[in-house]
Protein backbone atom coordinates (compact mmCIF):
# COMPACT_ATOMS: atom_id res chain seq x y z
CA UNK A 1 0.00 0.00 0.00
CA UNK A 2 1.36 3.34 -1.13
CA UNK A 3 2.20 6.01 1.87
CA UNK A 4 -1.09 8.27 2.37
CA UNK A 5 -3.66 5.80 1.01
CA UNK A 6 -5.99 5.37 3.85
CA UNK A 7 -6.76 1.65 4.77
CA UNK A 8 -10.36 1.34 3.99
CA UNK A 9 -12.64 0.14 6.38
CA UNK A 10 -15.17 -3.15 5.90
CA UNK A 11 -18.75 -2.33 5.83
CA UNK A 12 -18.92 -4.88 9.41
CA UNK A 13 -16.42 -2.39 10.68
CA UNK A 14 -18.03 0.65 9.73
CA UNK A 15 -21.49 -0.38 10.94
CA UNK A 16 -19.55 -1.98 14.41
CA UNK A 17 -18.52 1.82 15.08
CA UNK A 18 -21.50 3.36 14.38
CA UNK A 19 -23.01 1.19 16.37
CA UNK A 20 -20.64 2.01 19.30
CA UNK A 21 -21.15 5.76 19.17
CA UNK A 22 -24.43 5.31 18.80
CA UNK A 23 -24.53 3.42 22.52
CA UNK A 24 -22.16 5.56 23.98
CA UNK A 25 -23.98 9.16 23.21
CA UNK A 26 -27.47 7.31 24.35
CA UNK A 27 -25.68 6.15 27.38
CA UNK A 28 -24.24 10.01 27.85
CA UNK A 29 -28.11 11.09 27.57
CA UNK A 30 -29.41 8.51 29.79
CA UNK A 31 -26.89 9.07 32.56
CA UNK A 32 -27.61 12.93 32.32
CA UNK A 33 -31.32 12.66 31.50
CA UNK A 34 -32.95 8.83 32.40
CA UNK A 35 -34.19 6.45 29.80
CA UNK A 36 -37.36 8.82 29.76
CA UNK A 37 -36.01 11.64 28.14
CA UNK A 38 -33.88 9.89 25.31
CA UNK A 39 -35.10 10.24 21.73
CA UNK A 40 -33.72 8.23 18.57
CA UNK A 41 -33.46 11.95 17.36
CA UNK A 42 -31.76 13.02 20.45
CA UNK A 43 -29.43 10.07 20.15
CA UNK A 44 -28.68 10.88 16.63
CA UNK A 45 -27.56 14.20 17.51
CA UNK A 46 -25.32 13.52 20.12
CA UNK A 47 -23.90 10.89 18.11
CA UNK A 48 -23.02 12.81 15.00
CA UNK A 49 -25.99 10.93 12.71
CA UNK A 50 -28.94 11.37 11.79
CA UNK A 51 -32.32 9.98 13.76
CA UNK A 52 -32.55 8.07 9.85
CA UNK A 53 -29.40 6.04 10.94
CA UNK A 54 -30.28 5.06 14.69
CA UNK A 55 -33.53 4.04 13.22
CA UNK A 56 -31.95 2.28 10.33
CA UNK A 57 -29.48 0.52 13.33
CA UNK A 58 -32.07 0.12 16.14
CA UNK A 59 -35.36 0.13 14.53
CA UNK A 60 -37.40 1.88 17.66
CA UNK A 61 -36.51 3.67 20.91
CA UNK A 62 -37.76 -0.14 22.47
CA UNK A 63 -35.10 -2.21 20.60
CA UNK A 64 -31.78 0.85 21.10
CA UNK A 65 -32.56 0.95 25.37
CA UNK A 66 -32.39 -3.09 24.77
CA UNK A 67 -29.05 -3.17 23.39
CA UNK A 68 -28.19 -0.65 25.60
CA UNK A 69 -28.91 -2.43 28.87
CA UNK A 70 -26.67 -5.37 26.77
CA UNK A 71 -24.02 -2.85 26.01
CA UNK A 72 -24.00 -1.08 29.68
CA UNK A 73 -23.81 -4.57 31.83
CA UNK A 74 -21.32 -6.20 29.94
CA UNK A 75 -18.50 -6.96 33.14
CA UNK A 76 -15.41 -7.42 31.79
CA UNK A 77 -14.15 -10.31 35.38
CA UNK A 78 -11.72 -12.87 35.23
CA UNK A 79 -12.81 -16.71 36.07
CA UNK A 80 -9.59 -17.92 36.37
CA UNK A 81 -9.88 -19.12 40.62
CA UNK A 82 -10.21 -22.80 41.37
CA UNK A 83 -13.29 -22.82 43.36
CA UNK A 84 -16.95 -21.37 42.88
CA UNK A 85 -16.26 -19.15 45.81
CA UNK A 86 -13.02 -17.78 44.00
CA UNK A 87 -15.19 -17.15 41.10
CA UNK A 88 -17.91 -15.06 43.15
CA UNK A 89 -15.15 -13.12 44.32
CA UNK A 90 -13.33 -12.21 41.23
CA UNK A 91 -16.71 -10.94 39.85
CA UNK A 92 -17.98 -8.87 42.72
CA UNK A 93 -14.78 -7.31 42.75
CA UNK A 94 -14.87 -6.46 39.19
CA UNK A 95 -18.01 -5.19 39.12
CA UNK A 96 -17.69 -2.77 41.64
CA UNK A 97 -14.18 -2.12 40.51
CA UNK A 98 -15.50 -1.36 37.04
CA UNK A 99 -17.69 1.87 39.26
CA UNK A 100 -14.08 3.66 39.77
CA UNK A 101 -14.03 5.98 37.32
CA UNK A 102 -17.96 6.26 37.86
CA UNK A 103 -18.34 6.00 33.73
CA UNK A 104 -21.59 7.36 32.19
CA UNK A 105 -22.32 4.32 31.11
CA UNK A 106 -22.05 2.83 34.62
CA UNK A 107 -24.34 5.57 35.74
CA UNK A 108 -26.84 4.83 32.89
CA UNK A 109 -27.24 1.00 33.42
CA UNK A 110 -28.24 1.80 36.94
CA UNK A 111 -30.90 4.82 36.22
CA UNK A 112 -32.31 2.32 33.33
CA UNK A 113 -32.19 -0.59 36.48
CA UNK A 114 -34.23 2.34 38.58
CA UNK A 115 -36.60 3.57 36.67
CA UNK A 116 -37.23 0.18 35.62
CA UNK A 117 -38.41 -0.89 39.02
CA UNK A 118 -41.05 1.85 39.09
CA UNK A 119 -42.34 -0.18 36.34
CA UNK A 120 -41.63 1.65 32.92
CA UNK A 121 -43.26 0.26 30.14
CA UNK A 122 -40.28 -0.36 28.18
CA UNK A 123 -37.84 -0.77 31.34
CA UNK A 124 -39.74 -3.31 33.42
CA UNK A 125 -39.59 -6.39 30.71
CA UNK A 126 -35.97 -5.99 29.23
CA UNK A 127 -34.86 -6.07 32.86
CA UNK A 128 -37.08 -8.86 33.81
CA UNK A 129 -35.00 -10.66 30.59
CA UNK A 130 -31.57 -9.34 31.72
CA UNK A 131 -31.79 -10.14 35.80
CA UNK A 132 -32.97 -13.39 34.75
CA UNK A 133 -29.86 -14.51 33.05
CA UNK A 134 -27.84 -12.19 35.94
CA UNK A 135 -28.95 -14.30 38.60
CA UNK A 136 -28.34 -17.39 36.71
CA UNK A 137 -25.31 -16.47 36.26
CA UNK A 138 -24.69 -15.60 39.80
CA UNK A 139 -26.09 -18.87 41.19
CA UNK A 140 -24.22 -21.24 38.93
CA UNK A 141 -20.73 -19.47 40.30
CA UNK A 142 -22.51 -20.63 44.33
CA UNK A 143 -23.44 -24.05 43.09
CA UNK A 144 -20.20 -24.39 41.82
CA UNK A 145 -18.67 -23.19 44.94
CA UNK A 146 -21.15 -25.53 46.90
CA UNK A 147 -20.10 -28.54 44.36
CA UNK A 148 -16.70 -27.63 45.16
CA UNK A 149 -16.77 -27.30 48.55
CA UNK A 150 -15.65 -23.58 48.78
CA UNK A 151 -19.30 -22.26 49.71
CA UNK A 152 -21.79 -23.93 52.61
CA UNK A 153 -23.95 -26.40 51.62
CA UNK A 154 -26.60 -25.02 53.65
CA UNK A 155 -26.89 -21.39 50.89
CA UNK A 156 -29.38 -21.66 48.29
CA UNK A 157 -28.20 -20.20 45.39
CA UNK A 158 -31.26 -18.94 44.38
CA UNK A 159 -31.57 -16.87 47.37
CA UNK A 160 -28.35 -15.82 47.51
CA UNK A 161 -27.89 -15.00 44.02
CA UNK A 162 -30.68 -12.45 44.71
CA UNK A 163 -29.16 -10.80 47.79
CA UNK A 164 -25.95 -10.63 46.43
CA UNK A 165 -27.58 -8.31 43.05
CA UNK A 166 -29.25 -6.50 45.31
CA UNK A 167 -26.01 -5.70 47.32
CA UNK A 168 -23.67 -5.17 44.41
CA UNK A 169 -26.33 -2.77 42.66
CA UNK A 170 -27.37 -0.72 46.44
CA UNK A 171 -23.72 0.13 46.81
CA UNK A 172 -22.87 1.12 43.17
CA UNK A 173 -26.03 3.27 43.83
CA UNK A 174 -24.36 5.03 46.42
CA UNK A 175 -21.17 5.07 44.62
CA UNK A 176 -22.96 7.53 42.02
CA UNK A 177 -24.64 9.61 45.04
CA UNK A 178 -23.97 9.84 48.63
CA UNK A 179 -20.85 7.93 48.46
CA UNK A 180 -18.28 9.76 45.97
CA UNK A 181 -16.12 10.10 48.83
CA UNK A 182 -15.29 6.76 49.08
CA UNK A 183 -12.79 5.11 47.36
CA UNK A 184 -14.19 2.25 44.71
CA UNK A 185 -11.43 -0.71 45.52
CA UNK A 186 -11.93 0.13 49.36
CA UNK A 187 -15.55 -0.90 48.75
CA UNK A 188 -15.16 -3.27 46.51
CA UNK A 189 -13.22 -5.08 49.17
CA UNK A 190 -15.07 -4.59 51.70
CA UNK A 191 -18.32 -6.47 50.00
CA UNK A 192 -16.10 -8.89 48.51
CA UNK A 193 -14.87 -9.99 52.02
CA UNK A 194 -18.38 -9.41 53.83
CA UNK A 195 -20.22 -11.61 50.85
CA UNK A 196 -17.13 -14.06 51.36
CA UNK A 197 -17.69 -14.42 55.29
CA UNK A 198 -21.84 -15.31 54.91
CA UNK A 199 -21.53 -18.12 52.10
CA UNK A 200 -18.09 -19.71 53.14
CA UNK A 201 -18.36 -22.75 55.06
Known amino acids: MTQGHAVRR ?16 AAALVAAHGAHAVSLAAVGHAAGYSRG ?43 LGGMRERSPRSEAFLKMWAESAGADPLLAPLFAERDAAFRDHIGGLIRDGVNDGSIGDT ?5 AAVAIIGLLRGTAMMLFSTARDIPVAEIAAEVARGVERSVAP
Open 10 to 25: TQAERTAETRRRVLEA
Open 53 to 95: IVNHHFGSKGRLLEELIRYTQQVDAPSDASTGLGRLIQFIEAY
Open 155 to 159: VDPSV
